[in-house]
């Protein structure tokens, strides 16, 4: 199971407390706060004490705050590589693939690791190394096993890690590769496969800010917190979770204020899970929503702004002299409200060179108050076309 020491909890519970009696930090002072605690994997320790901070800044600023607990299975890497010789190559283990060790001789499968490319090479007792493309991942697997090797090495066909999923269980170890760990990986070259899982429930919790009071909102500013492994998460999303913080404080002590709720979502990096538990399980309130605005990577000048989602509600927006567009959105948490019937926009600065990698540690504080600025010049133009509560 995937849980947090009852300690480590009551620890940054009071250190939540503490914190609430506080002024509100700048946004500045957040960043580099909660930089500090490392990747804020869903379900982690650095997870929770960014939220216990960030629920402290939202109390700092007035308003209530109310958790929103949810589980879910989730299969994770915990550190997989390939030892050739004394060289240690990293990869990252197939979801679906069993835990293990083993050694033997590496065999390089031609052609796409059909049943009559396995054929063509004797891989009983040893790693089969083979070419992604062309038939699935649990296709290569199935082969292999059915030909007698005793661990699968996938190569990447295009430049980067290999992430994949095999979509059902298999009995060997299965390892996706670079190209360039890939090319390391010579015929009949000694090897050890150590492919190292862990598969439990994650133990995720969104978290919601709003005035006193208010149980139907009219809008929704929201962003995800969790990173990915290995990921300080910077841009993706502490940049836009910093957002959702800036507006509310902008929002504290106007109309605005008491017409929304401000959300930071768990488990988005694991299948947007934080916002679907939300909107699941908030139906009335949901329904009631006449914007939800969602800010994913906004800290990095890869691109201008874009505003970008349902068209009526990008009309909504062109007609306030702002630029918007009625396009697909992409992948994130305004997924679930848009399917859910909500009328939704996401606010993006484009592909970051360091998304999803140990350098994302860089984001731009005048850049999140810029897409402050847009974010409440939008939420008033949706807000004025409907009555308040």
């Given at each position: 199971?995937?849980?947090?020491?009852?300690?480590?909890?009551?620890?940054?519970?009071?250190?939540?407390?503490?914190?609430?009696t506080?002024?509100?930090?700048t946004?500045?002072d957040?960043a580099?706060?909660?930089?500090?605690?490392?990747?804020?994997?869903?379900?982690?320790?650095a997870?929770?004490?960014?939220r216990?901070?960030?629920e402290a800044?939202f109390?700092?600023?007035g308003?209530?705050?109310?958790?929103?607990p949810?589980?879910?299975?989730r299969?994770?890497?915990l550190?997989?590589?390939?030892?050739?010789?004394?060289?240690?190559l990293?990869?990252?283990?197939?979801?679906?693939?069993?835990g293990g060790?083993?050694?033997?001789?590496?065999?390089?499968?031609?052609?796409?690791?059909?049943?009559?490319?396995?054929?063509?090479?004797?891989?009983k007792g040893?790693?089969a190394?083979?070419?992604?493309?062309?038939?699935?991942?649990?296709?290569?697997a199935?082969?292999?096993?059915a030909?007698?090797?005793?661990?699968?090495?996938i190569?990447n066909?295009?430049?980067?890690?290999?992430?994949?999923t095999?979509?059902?269980?298999?009995?060997?170890p299965?390892?996706?590769?670079?190209?360039?760990?890939?090319e390391?990986?010579?015929?009949?070259a000694s090897?050890?496969?150590?492919?190292r899982?862990?598969?439990?429930?994650?133990?995720?919790?969104?978290?919601?800010?709003?005035?006193?009071?208010?149980t139907?909102?009219?809008?929704?500013?929201?962003?995800?917190?969790?990173?990915?492994?290995?990921?300080?998460?910077?841009?993706?999303n502490?940049?836009g979770?910093l957002?959702?913080?800036?507006?509310a404080?902008?929002?504290?002590?106007?109309?605005?204020?008491?017409?929304?709720?401000f959300?930071?979502?768990?488990?988005?990096?694991?299948?947007?899970?934080?916002?679907?538990?939300?909107v699941?399980?908030?139906?009335?309130?949901?329904?009631?929503l006449?914007?939800?605005?969602?800010?994913?990577?906004?800290?990095v000048?890869?691109?201008?702004?874009?505003?970008?989602?349902?068209?009526?509600l990008?009309?909504?927006v062109?007609?306030a002299?702002?630029?918007?567009?009625?396009?697909?959105?992409?992948?994130?948490?305004?997924?679930p409200f848009?399917?859910?019937?909500?009328?939704a926009?996401?606010?993006y600065?484009?592909e970051?060179?360091?998304?999803h990698?140990?350098?994302?540690?860089?984001?731009?504080?005048?850049?999140?108050r810029?897409?402050?600025?847009?974010?409440?010049?939008?939420?008033?133009?949706v807000?004025?076309?409907?009555?308040?509560?």
């Open positions: 199971m995937f849980t947090t020491h009852r300690a480590a909890l009551l620890a940054l519970a009071a250190m939540g407390a503490a914190l609430t506080t002024a509100r930090a946004l500045e957040d580099r706060t909660i930089l500090t605690y490392g990747p804020r994997v869903a379900g982690s320790p997870n929770e004490q960014a216990t901070y960030l800044q109390r700092a600023l308003y209530e705050t109310r958790r929103q949810f589980s879910y299975p299969f994770d890497d550190g997989s590589d390939v030892q050739v010789g004394t060289q240690t990293t990869g990252r283990a197939m979801q679906d693939s069993v060790s083993v050694s033997g001789a590496v065999v390089r499968v031609p052609g796409i690791g059909s049943p009559e490319d396995f054929a063509k090479v004797d891989v040893k790693v190394v083979v070419q992604r493309g062309q038939i699935p991942f649990v296709q290569k199935q082969n292999a096993i030909a007698g090797a005793t661990g699968v090495i190569v066909n295009t430049q980067g890690e290999l992430r994949g095999l979509g059902s269980r298999t009995a060997l299965v390892l996706g590769v670079t190209p360039a760990t890939g390391a990986l010579k015929d009949g090897i050890t496969l150590n492919v899982v862990r598969e439990g429930d994650v133990q995720a919790v969104n978290l919601i800010a709003y005035k006193s009071g208010v139907a909102p009219q809008i929704l500013f929201g962003a995800h917190m969790d990173s990915v492994a290995g990921a300080p998460g910077a841009n993706d502490l940049s979770s957002t959702v913080l800036e507006i404080r902008r929002a504290a002590t106007t109309p605005l204020g008491t017409r929304s709720y959300m930071l979502f768990d488990g988005e990096e694991d299948g947007l899970l934080g916002s679907r538990a939300f699941k399980d908030n139906t009335a309130l949901v329904g009631g006449k914007a939800m605005l969602n800010f994913d990577m906004v800290g000048n890869a691109a201008p702004l874009t505003v970008s989602g349902t068209a009526s990008a009309e909504t062109r007609r002299g702002l630029s918007a567009r009625d396009s697909d959105m992409g992948r994130s948490d305004h997924v848009q399917q859910a019937g909500v009328p926009l996401m606010f600065r484009g970051d060179a360091n998304y990698q140990p350098g994302d540690t860089v984001y731009d504080p005048a850049l999140l810029d897409t402050a600025d847009v974010a409440v010049k939008v939420a008033d133009a807000l004025s076309a409907v009555p308040a509560n």
